[in-house]
Structure formats: C-alpha cells, structure tokens
C-alpha cells in the first residue's frame, strides 16, 4: 500500500531564511505522481506543483524548488527568502497510475508540516 | 474565473439533524471528490463520482452518502451527524487526461461543520 511521511511537523523559521520540508514516499507502482498542496488558513488546499515518476528533474517555480530523488523515494521542497505569508500548513501527497485506471487519481497524503514564518 | 465553490462555508447542525453540503465547479472535470478533514490531520477520502458512476472508500461510514445530479454539482448528505463527524469537508475536482491518468486535484474552500 502507498504512503507518504512528512517527519517535520512543525517547522519555524525567521522571514528571509531558508527552510526545507522533507517528503518520503513508498509505492509498489512504477508510474505515480507526487503533489505538494499549501493549506493556508482559510483552508482551501492550493495546489503547487505536479511531478511524474518518471521526471526526475529538480524544478523551481520563483522562490519554491523541488527536488525529486527516486533512489531515496524522496520529494522534498524549498521555499528560498521566507516570507510570512508562507506561513501554512503543506501537504505532500501521492497519486498511483495502477493497471485500468483504477486510481482515479486518489491521494494519498502525508500528515502535513506546519511552517511558521516569523517577521 | 473557474473554480470550485463550496455552500456554505461554515453549517451548524444539532446532533442527529440531517445536513447537506453541496459543492459545484466551472472547471467541467469530470471527477469529483469529497473529503473529510478533522483538525491538525490530513484530508481522508470519504468517495468520488467518476462521471456518475460512485466510488465508495471502504471506510466510509454509511452515515455519509453523496449525490451527483449532472456535472457541475456534487452533495454531501449525512444523514445523522454525530460530534465526531465535525470536521472541514472539502470538495476537489480533476480531470482525466489521458485513460488512467489524472491531472492535479483542484479544491473548494471547503465547508465547516459543527455538531452541537
């Protein structure tokens, strides 16, 4: 069965540093796709980034950067020059492509890291 | 601007009391997600209509039942709310891209119950 550990529960940095939040998976399924989502909150889940198992490139969207590492199951993220209104609750999540398309593109979701971001 | 609107955003019901929450999109994604968020936890999966066919999560109580009348709208039905059923529900749609797979899931504000 698949899951996904976030092992940060509560991260707190002072606006401008650097923070990373960790994320491992595991997954019987050769194709997956793994999700970050930021939950502010008002609590709508805001959705921030979309990989495939077989993209392994590191991407980076303005201040955020991901780092997707298949040898160690890991999707980690970084947020560069914190700032307050980074401060949410963020989630990693994992979706299976199984056989036939039973999925249905269900996340599965770690426990979420809560990042407070001091002025 | 397309989206996923979520009515209301915060309901109080009495215990037992049936509630409806209903959620609709603009996006034209053909599934259609309900989940349960309870506070400092992750969002569980209550089901999901793909197109109208319905797809129970094993452990979903019965006490949860959902209704797809045509695309763009999606309700929650609990039919007899206890205290443990007070949580965030939230609304997501996707879409499938190509046969099995599904672009990101895109989400309402979400709903706030609570059982007195």
């Known amino acids: 069965a698949q899951k996904v550990t976030q092992a940060q529960t509560e991260i707190s940095v002072v606006e401008k540093e650097d923070v990373t939040l960790d994320c491992v998976y595991e997954t019987r399924d050769t194709t997956y796709y793994l999700f970050w989502y930021k939950q502010p909150p008002s609590g709508e889940l805001v959705f921030l980034i979309r990989?495939?198992?077989?993209?392994?490139q590191n991407e980076i969207s303005g201040r955020y950067s991901w780092n997707f590492q298949k040898s160690t199951s890991s999707f980690n993220f970084t947020i560069t020059a914190s700032q307050v209104v980074d401060s949410a609750v963020y989630f990693c999540a994992l979706s299976e492509a199984h056989a036939g398309g039973t999925s249905y593109g269900k996340l599965t979701f770690g426990q979420g890291t809560i990042l407070t971001v001091h002025p | 601007d397309a989206m996923v609107i979520q009515n209301p955003r915060y309901q109080v019901t009495q215990f037992g009391k049936p509630v409806t929450l209903s959620c609709s999109q603009t996006?034209?994604?053909?599934?259609m997600y309900w989940y349960q968020q309870k506070s400092s936890q992750a969002p569980k999966l209550l089901f999901h209509?793909?197109?109208?066919?319905?797809?129970n999560e094993a452990d979903t109580p019965d006490n949860f039942q959902s209704r797809r009348p045509n695309t763009s709208f999606c309700f929650l039905d609990i039919r007899s709310p206890g205290l443990g059923d007070a949580a965030m529900y939230l609304c997501?749609?996707?879409?499938?891209?190509?046969?099995?797979?599904?672009?990101?899931?895109?989400f309402g504000p979400g709903t706030r119950l609570t059982v007195l």
């Open positions: 996006l034209n994604h053909n599934v």
């Open positions: 209509y793909y197109d109208k066919d319905f797809n």
């Open positions: 997501a749609t996707s879409r499938e891209r190509l046969a099995g797979v599904y672009n990101e899931q895109f």
């Open positions: 990989r495939n198992s077989f993209d392994e």
